[in-house]
T-cell receptor, first 118, second 112 residues
Framework: NAGVMQNPRHLVRRRGQEARLRCSPMKGHSHVYWYRQLPEEGLKFMVYLQKENIIDESGMPKERFSAEFPKEGPSILRIQQVVRGDSAAYFC????????????????FGEGSRLTVL | DQQVKQNSPSLSVQEGRISILNCDYTNSMFDYFLWYKKYPAEGPTFLISISSIKDKNEDGRFTVFLNKSAKHLSLHIVPSQPGDSAVYFCAASGGSQGNLIFGKGTKLSVKP
């Protein structure tokens, strides 16, 4: 029973390049959440998606960041024109349909993608 | 403004003793509180949760206590083991949010 799969695990980009992080939720899960962890910081909520819908993007920076969760395929977090401050660990989490985090609490996390911007 | 606060960045405990990790919150609309454990270079793993209608939840060596009037919760680990050494995150959900709000974490070190 595969858990939440994230790739790549490590990504190095130069300033100005684009970064794409992928997340496949657990089987049967249709809700995906992206979190960012800066060095020595906690997990900061970025965006919450269901299939083909963005439910809550209140934690997304206004520029350069976007997320999608298409009908088929993984969820993708896209960072355009990366800067050094984007260097962080990006975690994806998923939950089953009909079980929003506010009802049950538990989210299932992936291993994370570590982005380094040179 | 932080809605979930873990004021102790680190805690060191002797093996076999009790570890107590604390967490404070500000939003009275939160209805679930959770603890996650995280090892370096891994994702957070769920440990234990508590609904706001309860004041205690126990699972093996782990017990979470909730004091709603003080907006405070704590995680007790008894007895502590070296394998418990990790960063522990407190999180809360509910109200208008569909996601989890995390504290900054407490790094627990259990010494043999």
């Amino acid at each position: 029973n595969a858990g939440v799969m994230q790739n790549p695990r490590h990504l190095v980009r130069r300033r100005g390049q684009e970064a794409r992080l992928r997340c496949s939720p657990m089987k049967g899960h249709s809700h995906v959440y992206w979190y960012r962890q800066l060095p020595e910081e906690g997990l900061k909520f970025m965006v919450y998606l269901q299939k083909e819908n963005i439910i809550d993007e209140s934690g997304m920076p206004k520029e350069r960041f976007s997320a999608e969760f298409p009908k088929e395929g993984p969820s993708i977090l896209r960072i355009q024109q990366v800067v050094r401050g984007d260097s962080a660990a990006y975690f994806c989490a998923s939950s089953p349909p009909g079980r929003l985090a506010s009802n049950t609490g538990e989210l299932f996390f992936g291993e994370g993608s570590r982005l380094t911007v040179l | 403004d932080q809605q979930v606060k873990q004021n102790s960045p680190s805690l060191s405990v002797q093996e076999g003793r009790i570890s107590i990790l604390n967490c404070d919150y500000t939003n009275s609309m939160f209805d679930y509180f959770l603890w996650y454990k995280k090892y370096p270079a891994e994702g957070p793993t769920f440990l234990i949760s508590i609904s706001s209608i309860k004041d205690k939840n126990e699972d093996g060596r782990f017990t979470v206590f909730l004091n709603k009037s003080a907006k405070h919760l704590s995680l007790h680990i008894v007895p502590s083991q070296p394998g418990d050494s990790a960063v522990y995150f407190c999180a809360a959900s509910g109200g208008s949010q569909g996601n989890l709000i995390f504290g900054k974490g407490t790094k627990l070190s259990v010494k043999p």
